[in-house]
């Protein structure tokens, strides 16, 4: 990390460890959170967040982790209950030393760039969640409440407005149609929208395209980075990459040469 990152939100629960460099913050709903050797940040599925970068101040190297709840759930099936908005107890915890050893180890697996086994990389990062997910969620609670998922949390017109919005085309949202389809003025949307989920309707359109995207780096992709780009409902492929990097930070390219690497 060395520049910023907008607020953001993705569907996925989200786990964020200092890999090496400098202690820093990320900021979970408004909340600036240190990020250390000693801590880490756990950001809930839909929970905005953002990275502040300090200039003058060394980069550092995060493991952050997209965790799917779908993958959580078939190993393990109350954990289903990750993708919901309450899933974490807390937004930073202390690492114990076991923890600290289980992300190091993780860690080192990911730099060396030697084959690596699926299973065991698979393996190494469920131990890790599931140590810091005992401690430190409320999947036992929720599980024994027998609570519905993450699309239940929320109040019904805001459910409708985040289905209408998730599946409209790119580029083609309309905000004042959409608060008349779910029986609310546009001011009283856009007020029940923030309180309720902590974002904004935007935030949630972008959050769409970043899905997207990486749908189309993780499936057998036809065409190029500028046929994306237009699919996504951008004029210019550069734009695309300067909303990519603002969300993830790193380029489309970047990734597209990681994914490729895996892949092989």
Known sequence: MDEPLVPHAHSECHVLIKATGQNTYFSVRGRQLPLTDDTAILVNAWEPHYYDHQAGVSESVILALYIEPR??????????????????????????????????????????????????????????????????????????????????????????????????????????VIARQCGLSRAHFFSLFKKTTGMTPQMLANMGRMRSAFDWFADNRQGSLGQLALELGFSEQGHFTRFFRRHIGAAPSQYQRVMDDYSH
Not at 102 to 108: K, M, P, S, Y
Not at 119 to 145: C, G, P, Y
């Open 71 to 176: 993958w959580l759930a078939a190993l393990q099936t109350d954990l289903s209950t990750s993708a919901r908005p309450d899933f974490f107890a807390q937004p930073c915890i202390e690492l114990t030393p076991h923890m600290r050893r289980q992300a190091d180890i993780l860690i080192g697996e990911m730099f060396d760039f030697g084959p690596r086994s699926r299973e065991k990389m698979e393996s190494l990062l469920f131990d890790l969640l599931i140590s810091i997910v005992e401690r430190h969620s409320d999947w036992h609670h929720l599980a024994r409440l027998k609570v519905g998922m993450a699309q239940d949390f929320y109040d019904v017109r805001i459910r409708r407005a985040t289905e209408i919005i998730l599946h409209s085309p790119p580029g083609e949202l309309n905000l004042d």
